[in-house]
């Protein structure tokens, strides 16, 4: 059973920072893609970054350039560096996991950005 715990979530200030972080536990074969999705009240569940445990990194144009994805393979980590916030990346962010042809999805974690 695989199990993701996010954490690093809270309030900010637009043009602040957060870091959000990622655990995975269980059994967890090595290729695999780990990122953050995030949902705001009202609207579709969304790609933020996801990184290959090769390092490539795939990014949504809204965060390019503000957002960076990086991963521990060893510890089973995934991070989001979020700098330069605006009030329109105030959602719930998700960490997911797909292995071959599974996905999990962790209990999300609240970012709120006050403009």
């Known amino acids: 059973q695989v199990q993701l715990v996010e954490s690093g979530g809270g309030l900010v200030q637009a043009g602040g920072s957060l870091r959000l972080s990622c655990v995975a536990s269980?059994?967890?074969?090595?290729?695999?893609?780990m990122g953050w999705y995030r949902q705001a009240p009202g609207k579709q569940r969304e790609l933020v970054a996801t990184?290959?445990?090769?390092?490539?990194?795939n990014y949504a144009d809204s965060v390019k350039g503000r957002f960076t994805i990086s991963r521990d393979n060893v510890q089973n980590m995934v991070y989001l560096q979020m700098n330069s916030l605006k009030a329109e990346d105030t959602a719930k962010y998700y960490c997911?996991?797909?292995?071959?042809?599974?996905?999990?999805w962790g209990q999300g974690t609240q970012v709120t950005v006050s403009s």
């Open positions: 990184m290959t445990n090769g390092g490539s990194a």
């Open positions: 269980g059994s967890i074969f090595s290729v695999n893609v």
């Open positions: 997911n996991l797909r292995v071959l042809a599974d996905t999990f």
